[in-house]
């Protein structure tokens, strides 16, 4: 059996809690041939060159079908079952994708429409940060996954869209089971995960129905939130098709809280793995802003992406991705890569000219980024503000079996108390 | 000591007991002051600025003070760090002795310096005719007082703006115009709005999308003469085609005039197109000789570039200020070979007509132009300029998160015209002539003349026009 490589290497589930080593290896050889014709691009300015390209697709409908596995001709991966949803702005090009963000940003924090719409949330975070935080009086240990990182961001993105809290542990688990069963690395084919993607399949399409019926319930009632002032008033463009705008509610739905709670996570699990620059912010409060800016550099909520396919041979970095392959742009190696930050391995809470690639570049630019920002400061600062004397209990912690968005499933904190 | 343990105290002591004056205080003498501190300049530092106000930002001047959204005062520049400088606010430098080193002030005042930092930028050029000029309701636009007084003309209802000129501040103000609902009419001389900046087939765009949100746009013609009541009020403007215009708001957007008189007799290289300085920002004295003690940032430096085949660019631009600024204070506390390049790629924003307009390169240069993505009909479109088979310039209409992938095709000199790209094609990919204005003609009395003819005796020569 031939060996694997650095990037294999680094998707093994005994690997994510430490993919760096592997990305530095990966780094050795900038756009990186798989043996399955993936072209992985593990470098900072070959990964911005191409976020820029305009002869990069990031439409699923342009890849080509994957090479199943070998000998298991019955595992189709989880991406082709997501397929089946009409494609959402982070899988299709312009203008289609111009058009679609441009309607989803008036109703989030567009200019004419909503441009108070992220900073008005600022005493509402304030107030179920505080809320969890006094959750936590009395107690000596605290999962900050379960008890601090999850509770807030998916309590905003159910109010910011107008899904109610109450269908929270139906969605939680179909967005679970079908993140749980995504593996795009050697792992892929074994029969546990064969099982996983069976029961993935199921919940995509529940979280499909469960969304469409939501738009349907606007259609007829409009309510509050993002998603039936979508359903009513989509702009001078016009209104998305029912299909796109469900896919594109599943998406915000999903990303409007998965890569927060794994970024406020690994904030907390990072600032615990070093002492120094905790105790820094603790004295410097102002600092946070700066610092969330560190943290999604030294721990990527998105750690690569994987529907962009070259539209048209490209050559970089000495290597020509031809027209059709797939590119897998690795952000959690770019943000590590020491041509473009120094001592990258370093957490530097004032790190200056720090424009990393935790919520990507270019058309794709996280979509939630000003809200997620937002979110974390207030979490965090008050997290270090208000915890006495956190210490963390297992160190790695678990972490979830997906690739890409990575994240701790519990960090265990041993505390002191809680401030006022 | 070494020679080099020597120039290193040197600039020690510099940093610690120089005395730094910067004229202008507008973006690029505040990032400049800020710069220097931040180089570990902890000597003595004056700020020069003949406004009496602290840094403000003029971007918003032409945009969001007009809609009344932001007070014309609201605007001050956020300050990157503490200065701990002497700020000489509301008096303007009107001389500049090099042999004394001395800045002279409006109020007579000598300021010594040891070095000296040139950030005066431009003004607006006034309508020309001074009787004209001084009837109420000819504004031109600046300054944070030109903008408030705009503001308020706009507020209270005019029947009809008359915008002469169609550059950028003039489609902005027509754009405002029409947001808030307000009659407008603007008078080009060239054949369609933006012209000179992005040419004729940009600018054809530009003129379409001006009709379309109903500004009553002529092309081709100048104003001859502006005409007030009895009250001193201006009424209406004859224009060269024998048209009249009722208006009684005049915006002269005539585009701006280098504040260079004051370094007349300097003997720095300073002329109508500003200070010329070396890509460092060193001033050059009218030998073209590189200066020691004077160096130039923002609109009024004028320095040669290296993608641009050395010529020497003026740019009027945001981030020039900034940077040039940056480089500019770097150089003035270090020797060589510590020197920094101000190679910037030139880039520019506007906003209008609800569409954001972004280029970057020097599109003038270029004398073709290809459609690249998007749709023309749609006003949502990158296109790109090229000369000679390599790319120069890219302008984007709503198309803003593109421009970084021209930029960097600019900055490899890629070929003209680029790669088609995947997706959002154009309907036509085919280059065409950009149709810029030919380039001015000549001034009839040359600025610059050389003198002497022994090599040894050989110098420049500054001679006012009109002597």
Redesign the interface.
Known sequence: MPEETPWQQALRYANRADPYPFYAELRKTPVARQPDGTYVVSTYREI??LL??????S?VRRLPARAPAPAEPGAEPITEAVIELEPNIITC???EH?RDRRMMTRHFYGPTDAPHQISDLEPDIRRIVAGLLDGMRGKTRIDVVDEFAYPLPVKLICKILGVPLEDEPRFHTWIETALDALDLGPEAASEEMRSRVAGARGSVKELEQFMAGLLRQYAEQPGPGMISAMVHNGGPGGRMSEGVLASNAVLLLFAGHETTVNLIAHSVLTLLRHPEALEKLRRRPDLIVPAVEELLRFESSVQFWHTRS???DIEIAGTTIPAGAPIFLVYGSGNRDPERFTDPDRLDLERPDNEHLGFS???H?CFGAPLARLEVQVAVGEFVRRVENPRLVVDPPPYRHNQIFRGPRHVLVDIDGIRD | MTLAATLAELVRDFKANGRIVIVGASLAGLRGAEALREEGFTGSLTIIGDEPYEPYDRPPLSKQVLKGWVPADHTLLPRARELDAEWRLGVAATGLDRAARQVRLADGEQVPYHRLLIATGTRARQWPNPAEAALDGVISLRTRDDAARLQQALAARPSRVLVIGGGFIGSEVASVCRDLDIPVTLTERGPAPLVGALGGVIGEIAAQMQRDHGVDLRCGVSVSALEGDAAGHVRRARLSDGTTVEADVVLAALGSIRNVEWLQGSGLAAGPWGVGCDAGGRAFDINGVVTDSVYVAGDVARMPHVLYEYQFLAMEHWDNAVFGAEVAAHNMVNLEPHYRPHLLLPGFWSGQFGVNIKSVGVPPFGDEIVFTQGSVKDRSFAAAYGRRGRIVAAVTFDHGKWLEYYAHLIEQSAPFPPPPPGWDRPDVMRPVPAEFPAPGVPTAIPDVVLTGHDPNERRAEFRPRGH
């Open positions: 911005v060159a820029h390209d305009p002869r990069v697709s439409d090009d312009p203008p111009d070259a539209v048209e570049q270019g058309i630019f």
